[in-house]
């Protein structure tokens, strides 16, 4: 499976280190939709890589212009990874209504904005599934486009395929940027 991820990227780092594409900032984590550094990290990844972008552009909605300077990040330059999870990684599918009914899941209790209710039902999850790489789910932005939130214990399932800076004048920037009324 194909994933995408934007991050801040340090160019001279290994992949699994800070800045890297396959680094878990689960030092940094605790008020995202599924953490519990506690007990995993994660990256919050996405299947379209014009989604990443817009989860990542998503706080800058609404303010009418595209500026470069929304393409950084802690002093570095915003990038997408395509990053390949292995075939044989299963997820927790929270978009199939088997998978809901099975684990007692309403469709408002996934997409829900209330981070108590999504951190306790990834926790559960994360518990009662111990081979799962990790949850998919739709993006809050736009259904059609699925999220996955990677466990921690998938990052020897994951490889990195590439990584590009991003700029303004990038089609999926430029997409992600129109969905979200920037221009």
Same mark, same amino acid.
């Given at each position: ?11 001279? =780092? ?12 689960? /030092? ?50 915003? =990038? ?41 039902? $990834? ?9 799962? $790489? ?8 736009? /259904? ?9 214990? =998938?990052?020897? /399932? ?10 303004? $004048? ?6 992600? /940027? ?6």
């Amino acid at each position: 499976m194909i994933l995408w991820r934007v991050l801040p990227w340090d160019p001279s =780092a290994r992949p699994e280190a800070p800045g890297g594409a396959l680094w878990f900032p689960r /030092a940094f984590q605790g008020t995202g939709r599924h953490d519990d550094p506690a007990r995993y990290g994660c990256l919050y990844v996405t299947e379209e890589p014009v989604a990443a972008i817009a989860e990542a552009l998503a706080p800058f909605r609404g303010t009418g212009d595209l500026a470069p300077e929304l393409l950084v990040r802690l002093g570095r330059p915003l =990038a997408v990874a395509e990053l390949a999870l292995g075939d044989d990684s299963a997820l927790v599918d929270l978009d199939d209504p088997g998978t809901l009914v099975a684990e007692a899941l309403r469709p408002s209790q996934v997409a829900t904005s209330r981070r108590s209710v999504t951190q306790a039902y $990834a926790a559960r999850l994360f518990g009662a599934h111990p081979d799962a $790489a990790g949850l998919r789910w739709w993006s809050t932005f736009e /259904a059609a486009w699925p999220c996955v939130t990677l466990f921690d214990r =998938a990052a020897g /399932a994951l490889a990195l395929r590439s990584v590009r800076r991003l700029a303004t $004048a990038d089609a999926d920037v430029r997409a992600a /940027a129109a969905f979200l009324g920037l221009a």
